[in-house]
């Protein structure tokens, strides 16, 4: 299995509402990522979970909460959001460590914030 | 000043020929990866080099360390070769970071 899954596909959500995305790889990779991206822009990146720690969050609202309960699961949960945060949600994953890991993305949530 | 510079930022080419596009960094590195992007958003790592040369198929790669350059050649170019090419970086020593360029969006017409 070498996927990472991600749910759901298309999310539609008020500003008030609570939701979370979730991503899943069984490969056993170490390094769980974020990234946002607005239209025909690259990604960003917004955290970086390793051996089911946040090593990085690139200075995130707070609105945006990470949560790593496994090495195969990753959540980002969704509260008070605004519209600007409509975009879509990548998540990656990597193994190895240093410059030995191959780099693999899900297809993504698309988020729309009315 | 982006840390990592694409170009050309937008690239159209008659099937058959024989693409280039290019990926400079200002910072340290200990790989580079060269992503596709179809519309629709899933991300497919093509490549990921620390040195020298790789090909797959019609997709070549290269990256120079001294010059902090690579490039990304596509050989007998295909419509379904249309699709948005990122080069990522990733930074020494923190290397969870990806630093992204901005992208090259290829369009190959029959």
Redesign the interface.
């Known amino acids: 299995d070498t996927e990472v899954t991600q749910t759901p596909k298309h999310l539609v959500m008020g500003m008030t509402n609570k939701k979370s995305l979730k991503c899943e790889q069984h490969m056993g990779h170490r ?1 769980m ?1 974020w990234y946002k ?1 607005k239209a025909k ?5 917004m955290f ?1 979970y ?1 051996y089911e720690k946040l ?2 969050n690139e200075s995130v609202p707070s609105r945006f909460s990470p949560e790593c309960p496994n090495s195969s699961l990753l959540n980002l949960h969704l509260h008070a959001l605004q519209p600007e945060d409509s975009a ?1 949600y ?1 998540c ?1 994953s ?1 193994t190895g ?12 949530s ?1 988020l729309t914030v009315l | 000043k982006n840390e990592v510079e694409q170009s050309p930022q937008n690239l159209t080419a008659q099937e058959g020929e024989f693409i280039t596009i290019n990926c400079s960094y200002s910072v340290g590195i ?2 580079l ?1 060269w ?1 596709q992007q179809h519309p ?6 093509l490549f ?1 080099l ?1 040195s020298g040369k790789k090909k797959h198929g019609r997709l070549i790669a290269t990256i120079n360390i001294q010059e902090k350059h690579s490039s990304l050649h596509i050989t007998a170019s295909h419509p379904r070769d249309s699709a948005v090419y ?1 080069c ?1 970086a ?1 930074q020494r020593p ?5 630093i ?4 090259t969006r290829l369009q190959v017409f029959p």
């Open positions: 390094a990522y991206q822009k690259p990604p960003e990146l970086v390793s090593s990085i879509l990548l990656a990597r460590t240093g410059s030995t890991g191959e780099l693999f993305f899900g297809e993504g698309r | 200990s790989a990866h992503l629709g958003g899933g991300i497919v790592s990921m620390s990122i990522a990733l923190n290397t969870d970071k990806l992204f360029g901005t992208g």
